[in-house]
């Protein structure tokens, strides 16, 4: 094991080195982490709903589902919740997956094939890559929301394959900022595409679906994969699209098939915390908007990235941050090309919250 050592010691050597932090707390708008109680500014619990819980639904469904839905993990809760998310997302049908992980792997490797063509934003999730490389299609990646790009490479490679996909997340995880939705719709009718659009971090946040913001339809051709760990505040996620899509996906796909099926108390806590939602949206998409302004971020998510140009000082900034009382670590390559603080807002933060955060973080500067 020396060599996994040495490598270690590299990325020390870098400023890349991670270490896990430890909760002592549930999640919430104050954590405490490693023993001391910080102001989180870190979560992906933009609804606040990940501390919500009904114990109704533990004592009607148990804690686990005992099997895969295929064999006898089906649960009559886990239909009912597809159908809401169904509902929600203006689709036919949708098919939950035990992670947001799984469902991106799993759709685009089972969709796309030899002989199909994928044409990825640059900056996806590290779900949607490996979805690609497993999917055994030739995967050709545009500039980040690059319209005009993309559009060149449909023009010159779509006649040379048999099925197309064009893939994006919606609100881009690590920067915030939302794909050119209604031009991608364009290109996919045009080209005779599929547009598989990741809206894990925009379900709750800035509507029920991403779409809605282009006041757009999903059709035949559109399929959503959203989660429900982050704004929905619980686990798991879920592919919404036409009813063959689900039909085949619970024939074909390998990280749906072969996986124990999500714990049915988590479906019956996800459909009670949709309840809260629409308020709750509401008051996030205020604190949006008042964070936007206070601090001249272009941001039109829950999430805030503050560039800070050098691994090192992301580093210093999430230290004094954290000698304040407040949660916000460096992000790094390689999961992101600059270093940064991402700060995430959430229902909970009060506005004086967001003001202290912001002034503290100018004084560090």
Request: some cysteine; aromatic content about 8%; overall charge neutral.
């Amino acid at each position: 094991m020396k060599w996994l050592e040495e490598e270690l010691k590299e990325l020390k050597k870098k400023n890349l080195y991670r270490e896990l932090r430890t909760l002592s707390s549930p999640q919430g708008k104050e954590i405490t982490v490693n023993g001391k109680r910080v102001l989180n500014f870190s979560s992906n619990d933009y609804l606040s709903l990940a501390s919500n819980f009904n114990c109704e639904c533990l004592k009607q469904w148990g804690s686990g589902s005992g099997a895969s839905r295929l064999v006898c993990g089906n649960f009559e809760i886990h239909e009912l919740l597809e159908e809401k998310l169904a509902e929600i997302k203006k689709t036919e049908s949708a098919l939950l997956f035990s992670t947001g992980y799984m469902a991106n792997v799993g759709v685009i490797s089972t969709l796309a094939r030899e002989g199909d063509l994928i044409l990825s934003d640059e900056l996806n999730h590290a779900s949607i890559i490996d979805g690609c490389r497993l999917s055994k299609a030739t995967v050709k990646v545009y500039s980040h929301c690059n319209v005009e790009e993309l559009e060149f490479l449909l023009s010159k490679e779509r006649g040379k394959y048999r099925n197309c996909f064009i893939v994006t997340d919606s609100v881009f995880s690590m920067d915030g900022d939302i794909a050119p939705l209604s031009e991608l719709f364009r290109l996919k009718e045009e080209y005779d595409a599929v547009l598989i659009i990741d809206d894990a971090h925009a379900t709750g946040v800035v509507g029920w679906s991403s779409l809605e913001l282009f006041d757009l339809t999903p059709d035949e051709r559109t399929v959503i994969v959203g989660t429900l760990g982050k704004a929905l505040g619980t686990f798991g996620a879920f592919v919404a699209g036409p009813r063959v899509l689900r039909e085949y996906l619970v024939n074909r796909c390998r990280s749906f098939i072969f996986t124990t099926a999500l714990p049915p108390h988590i479906a019956c806590q996800t459909l009670e915390n949709l309840k809260l939602v629409p308020e709750r949206m509401r008051v996030l998409q205020e604190k949006i908007e008042f964070f936007r302004k206070l601090t001249g971020i272009n941001s039109n998510s829950a999430i805030f990235p503050f560039l800070t140009g050098s691994e090192i000082k992301a580093l210093e900034l999430a230290k004094g941050l954290w000698e304040k009382g407040f949660f916000v670590p460096a992000i790094r390559p390689p999961t992101v090309k600059e270093s940064r603080l991402r700060i995430t807002i959430n229902y909970e933060h009060s506005k004086e919250d967001l003001e202290k955060l912001w002034k503290i973080l100018k004084e560090l500067l």
